[in-house]
């Protein structure tokens, strides 16, 4: 039943999952672990910084919090929870279609 699952699925409920899951930080903690490539060759500024950290608080219900950590953490969410539903749809109807369930 599982490899009927889409991989793309399993990898935003997952991200979504660990985000929930996480330690809120505030703004001004630095003593946190970072993938950013632009982060990482030193410059100051990037454009997706704080995304994470911003969704992070918002599945905390720190709303006030996540808009100062990043203005589109709001509407990340919104947008990844609005794709997850819709790949769950698509599956249901694959399975309907295959007499699965």
Known sequence: MLSYIPIELLFWVGALALLATAQPMSVGQENHFILCPIA??????CPG???GRAITQVLHGNLNESLKQHWFGVPALLILASRILTLIRIELKSLKKLKII
């Open 40 to 45: 990482a060759i030193g410059l100051d500024w």
């Open 49 to 51: 910084c704080g995304m």
